[in-house]
């Protein structure tokens, strides 16, 4: 039984400091030993079938570990969105739902306690690997919260982005050195990775995906960047969001890069149809 325990917590520790019950019990551990676990150990399940095992280093990852381990698919919108690192964000919740992109409708539909299931369909490129998470890529990621999430959450996000720096470096990423952007700015023009951006939101948005993202929602992020060090300036203005549900649906948004890397700098400058 010791030895169980040390092989499952060892394994724990590669996935993000989680496991499967069925990778527990395979280990050797009883499922009698697994509740006791739970019941003195601290040993929790977030998605039925799964377990943490604390100390839990970064809960957004144990969470999309535990979520792609008990149903599938891939992440994205908001929680891809905190595994990238994207700044502006509300500040996360036990009880925030995972977001998983999944093809199959069939699939989509199915419910699961701790998941929020989105039909999408991806292509290549617009899938990366983030230390073993399956996630949409930056450049979806981006898309995908402006088309989809509450504008109260998207609008923050974006401004954020703009004033990181995250579109001016090819990727999607912060630059080296944090400097002010000027994409909001009186007479500044556009970054090419701002502009793709953009286009690509748009062209999604012409094609039926999602309620957000056409022309009104620019007007609002670029007015409030206008003023340098305005942050919150309209972040109030509010819409019934399509995060709430246990599905939504997305239109392809075909990918815009060559490769699947999210560091790859021809997603910014090449939106797809």
Known sequence: MPDAYAHVVALARRQDDMVTRCEARRLGMSDAAIASRRRTGGWWAPIRGTLLVPPVRDRVRAYARAALAAAGGVICLLTAARLHGVPGLPPWQAAEPVDVAFEDPAVAVRRRRGCRRHLMT???PEVTDLGGITVTAVHRTLQ??????????AVPMLRAVLRHGW??????HPPRAAVPVGEGRPGADPSPHFVALKDAVLRRHDGGAGPGG???FWR????GMA????????????????????????????GSSERSSADDPAWSCQPGP
């Open 227 to 254: 003023v340098p060090g305005d942050a919150d300036q309209a972040d109030q203005v509010h819409r019934p969001g399509r995060g709430g549900g246990e599905i939504s649906r997305s239109t392809s948004g075909r």
């Open 144 to 153: 995908d919260v402006v088309l989809w999430l509450d504008r109260a959450i």
């Open 214 to 216: 056409g022309p009104e």
């Open 167 to 172: 579109l001016r470096e090819a990727g999607g």
């Open 220 to 223: 609002l992020v670029q007015a």
């Open 122 to 124: 991806l292509s290549p």
